[in-house]
């Protein structure tokens, strides 16, 4: 089930100013878990082995671009 929320009347910039905030916080975190995730396809396709994000997020190897695509 779906909720469908509106504004009360006078509040559409100060809704507005929410929203542009919550999405300048996930589009950041999607380029962290999008690193995380390049992380983890890199080592099961090349090195042949498993790791987690948490395994991942304390790898300090950089990719480069050409691993990242």
């Not at 090195?47 to 671009?65: D, F, P, S, V, Y």
């Amino acid at each position: 089930m779906q909720d469908f929320f509106r504004c009360q009347p006078g509040q559409e910039a100060r809704a507005y100013q929410v929203a542009y905030a919550s999405c300048k916080r996930r589009v950041s975190d999607l380029y962290y878990e999008a690193r995380l995730q390049a992380h983890v396809d890199y080592n099961a396709t090349y090195r042949k082995r498993r790791i987690n994000k948490t395994q991942a997020r304390r790898q300090i190897e950089i990719l480069t671009r050409e691993q990242y695509l």
